[in-house]
Structures are given as structure tokens and as C-alpha cells.
């Protein structure tokens, strides 16, 4: 696997052309709490057609790709929006798609990857993490295009930090959900290079922390992980082509609890109608918690899919089973 590098200004200016027929830009809305020191913003990836981020880079990584290369499909392994994103650009362009996908992934993940033709393919955890990282690959004739490291990937990510800074050129502090590590990347190589004042932390579940561990630490740690109803964020350890490249970027790292993200789901959905899934709200989180949240603050909102059942049992004030 070649080791993935920070995208540059050209490159991600490019990617955000090139996926501009398919991807408007998203709205960058206040979120009105009169708080003394900080002004929170919401940047809505949420409005993406599938309701997610992922539909950047994964557009990115197929149009950049010549069509001879996509002629026998593509595959990406992923929790969900991942998936759902290909699934989508490999519709448009006629492409067949396969994910590797394991069987906890939400529902509706599942679903849209279906609906749009792709081919799911379940997985065990173990394995979908041996993909991720690149220790091993599936025996199939696809191109596989890996969510994390993929530098086209990283460039697609990267359109969205071009967007903070060009609807909020004052913004002090950007907080990203932190899976893999690729919109956290991607966005910081573009906030830094526009606004290189601007902080960018990482945000994560408490239940699996990787990157509060990894700075704590020097290095990249194995850790003991705890079931949570967030399938997007967190991880046993870190990717470690990427994580070079994104410690360069990155300036710390906060985790949130479940008790802080199911609150920042019911405020979004209470204050602004906005449906979050738990990855997309953890932002909100650490914006409402973190004593590194001051001034002109954006939090992405990185996605909505979450499951009928799961969202319900938030908004009566509970927390998901995992």
C-alpha cells in the first residue's frame, strides 16, 4: 500500500471540481446557544444525497481513476457510509461495486448499498480491520479502494475544509469526528493551508479512543475498546500509514462520552431539526464540553444514518444498545 501524504491546496481544488456536478456545497449554519465564549457553526454533510460525507471521496476516487481501471468494479471496505457513498458514484457512472461490510454495521447503511446495487459482502470485524490497514485483501477482481489511506480519498475530504474557510474565513477551531482518520486529514490539510491559525482537533468515543491514547502515549497504541451504539468513530488502534500525516495536522484530540452525544443529538434535533447519527454529533459534543472550543467554532456534522430504533431511543432520552 503506498503511504498516503498530506493533499495539497491544487489537489483538493481539484477534487472539488471535479466532484462539484454530483456534490453541491453544503450549508454552514449557526447554532444559536448564546454561549459567553464561543460561537458554535455546523457544517451539514448531513444534506449530502446519502446523508454523509463519504460521498466526496468516494466520488473523488472513482473519477480520478481512469475508466479502463474500473472496468472489472470496485469494492471498499467500510461501516457504512463508506459503502454507501461508493454504492452511489459507481450508480452513476455504471460501475459495479462490492463492500466488505461487517454484519453490526447500521441497517440502513446496509440498506442504501443495496438499494443502489452494490453487492454487500459480510466480513468479520477482524478481517474488515486487516483490510483497513492493508495486512490483507480480498481475493476479487475489483479495484479496492481503501477509505483511509487512499490519497484521493484524502483529497475529496479535503473540499470540505475548502468550504469552512471560504463561508467562515474568521474560524478559529474545526472539530471532525475521528474513524480512520481520512475527513479529519483531508480537512485539516485544507483548513491549515487557508487558515493556518485554525486549530483542528479530532473528536472520539471514550468507549475506543485511539488517537487520545496515541498522543498520550508518542505512538501508536493497541487499547481496550467497549461496545457502543457509534459505529463510525473509534477503533481497537490507528492506521498506520495514515497516522504520520495526520499527527503532523491534527492539534490534540477530545473524547466524549455516550451521555455527551446522545445530549448533542437531542439538541440538534430539538434546536435545529437536524437528524445526526452518534459520529455526526460528537462534534457538537466536544464543542458543548471542551475547554478547546473557543471563539468561531465548526463542528462537521459528518453524517445521518442511524436506525429508526437506535434514533427513537435517543430522543426518549436514552442511549442505543450497542
Given amino acids: 500500500m503506498t503511504a498516503p501524504y498530506r493533499p495539497t491546496l491544487d489537489e483538493i481544488a481539484t477534487a472539488r471540481a471535479r466532484i462539484a456536478p454530483y456534490v453541491p456545497p453544503t450549508p454552514l449554519v449557526r447554532l444559536d446557544l448564546d454561549l459567553p465564549d464561543r460561537q458554535i457553526f455546523l457544517k451539514l454533510e448531513t444534506l449530502s444525497p446519502i446523508g454523509a460525507f463519504k460521498l466526496r471521496p468516494a466520488l473523488n476516487a472513482l473519477l480520478s481513476r481512469e475508466r479502463e481501471t474500473l472496468a472489472q468494479g470496485v469494492a471498499t471496505t467500510s461501516s457504512g457510509n463508506m459503502a454507501y457513498g461508493m454504492a452511489w458514484a459507481a450508480n452513476r457512472l455504471g460501475v459495479p461495486m462490492a463492500a466488505y461490510m461487517y454484519s453490526g454495521a447500521p441497517e440502513t447503511k446496509i440498506a442504501g448499498v443495496r438499494r443502489l446495487g452494490g453487492d454487500v459482502r459480510f466480513i468479520s470485524m477482524e478481517t474488515w480491520w486487516q483490510y483497513i490497514i492493508g495486512a490483507d485483501r480480498p481475493d476479487f477482481p475489483e479495484l479496492l479502494i481503501n477509505p483511509v489511506t487512499d490519497q484521493a480519498v484524502l483529497s475529496g475530504n479535503g473540499s470540505i475544509g475548502m468550504e469552512i474557510v471560504e463561508d467562515l474565513p474568521e474560524v478559529d477551531v474545526v472539530l471532525t469526528p475521528f474513524g480512520g482518520g481520512s475527513m479529519t486529514t483531508g480537512v485539516a490539510s485544507a483548513v491549515k493551508a487557508l487558515r493556518p491559525d485554525a486549530k483542528v482537533f479530532a473528536v472520539e468515543d471514550e468507549n475506543a479512543a485511539p ?106 432520552g436514552n442511549i442505543p444498545a450497542a
Avoid at 492539534?251 to 430539538?270: H, I, K, N, P, Y
Avoid at 464543542?287 to 427513537?312: E, Q, T
Fill in 211 to 316: 488517537v487520545t491514547a496515541a498522543l498520550a502515549a508518542g505512538r501508536i497504541v493497541d487499547i481496550e475498546t467497549r461496545p457502543s451504539f457509534i459505529k463510525s468513530i473509534g477503533g481497537p488502534s490507528l492506521v498506520p500509514q495514515l497516522w504520520p500525516v495526520a499527527r503532523e495536522l491534527i492539534d490534540g484530540a477530545v473524547s466524549v462520552s455516550l451521555e455527551q452525544v446522545t445530549e448533542a443529538m437531542r439538541l440538534l434535533f430539538a434546536k435545529s431539526k437536524i437528524v445526526a447519527e452518534g459520529a455526526g454529533a460528537a462534534s457538537v459534543a466536544a464543542a458543548l464540553a471542551s475547554k478547546l472550543a473557543k471563539g468561531n467554532v465548526v463542528c462537521v456534522i459528518s453524517g445521518g444514518n442511524i436506525d429508526a430504533s437506535a434514533y427513537s431511543a435517543v430522543l426518549a
